[in-house]
């Protein structure tokens, strides 16, 4: 289990001056500015979950995450591991955990990548069997078996990334850690890499802790998000509940075969909107409020529509509103 308490991080930053002279000022000065980048956050994750941890660029993702491995030290609060305090016995917690960073690599760069899978099982002292059995989890889960002999520098950046998962996860951490583990891939390699996080999630219960800006990841991997926002936690719940925030919102992409007025259309008492869409028309509304079988029935009776799609409000659509409000608010 995870505990963050209070957990707050604060950076200074020194207060620089233009120019050469403001320059030689700031080395003698002690004026600082202060950076709240996490701000008294609470939460804890359980063993087994996948959670989606996002939020806008600077809200404070990373430092927490830097903060949960033992990199940074928290300012104030604490993190606990397992109840141990990762910066304070970061030997004993880096057993328990697995990090992944999308743009960073745990891999020796000019060597071929079974060699450095041979180093980390050294380093985290795995037993033979044990890792011929992980190898071949993670080679059938992940398919980097026809690559392991080639050099890490030779890899494409789908391939790294696979690769990059599977030297976290060797000595079977109860910890994942996933920093923007999909950035830059192509939509195969993602579904792929979304398959295996799964599997190993249901094979060895590992907890997974995933940062992304890729929504789709989220929906596909976490039952549960935490938001943060200017250092500090704005929505912490399951991922089914955050769709119904704003309602069941729906959008029917309709193509009229028959001439309408706009203003005559029916707005079932205010709840349905129209806006024009190319050739086509968006009809909007939430189906708490109006039956979707009513407003589908009105689009091909009255619109003679001959296509119609339904769509319902994304995870992406939802965290944009929430972040536009806390933006304003």
Request: with cysteine; aromatic share 8%.
């Amino acid at each position: 289990m995870i505990q963050l308490q209070n957990l707050t991080k604060i950076f200074k930053k020194p207060i620089r001056k233009e120019g050469v002279l403001g320059m030689l000022k700031t080395l003698f000065s002690a004026k600082y500015e202060e950076i709240v980048a996490v701000d008294h956050i609470n939460a804890e994750i359980g063993d087994g979950e996948i959670v989606g941890y996002i939020g806008s660029n600077g809200a404070g993702k990373s430092t927490t995450i830097k903060m949960m491995c033992g990199i940074l030290t928290p300012t104030e609060g604490k993190v606990l591991v397992d109840g141990i305090e990762p910066y304070k016995a970061r030997r004993k917690v880096a057993s328990k955990i697995g990090v992944v960073f999308g743009q960073k690599t745990q891999l020796w760069w000019d060597i071929p990548l079974i060699e450095s899978f041979k180093v980390l099982k050294e380093i985290y002292r795995i037993d033979d069997a044990d890792y011929r059995e992980r190898m071949d989890f993670l080679c059938e889960t992940l398919g980097i078996r026809e690559f392991l002999n080639q050099a890490v520098r030779t890899l494409s950046l789908g391939q790294r990334m696979r690769a990059d998962l599977a030297a976290a996860w060797l000595h079977n951490p109860q910890i994942l850690f996933l920093d923007e583990p999909t950035i830059g891939l192509d939509v195969l390699v993602k579904q792929h890499i979304r398959e295996a996080i799964k599997t190993m999630n249901a094979k060895y219960n590992t907890t997974v802790i995933l940062t992304t800006h890729d929504m789709q990841d989220i929906e596909d991997l976490c039952s549960r998000i935490i938001i943060i926002e200017k250092g500090g936690i704005i929505y912490d719940g399951p991922l089914a509940d955050i769709k119904h925030r704003f309602g069941d919102l729906r959008t029917l992409t309709v193509n009229p075969q028959a001439s309408f007025d706009a203003d005559l259309l029916n707005t079932f008492d205010g709840k349905v909107t129209y806006e024009r869409d190319g050739d086509g028309l968006l009809v909007k509304f939430n189906a708490d409020e109006v039956a979707l079988e009513h407003v589908v029935d009105y689009c091909f009776h009255t619109l003679k529509t001959s296509d119609l799609k339904v769509a319902e409000i994304t995870v992406e659509d939802v965290v944009r509103q929430i972040l536009e409000e806390q933006e304003a608010g």
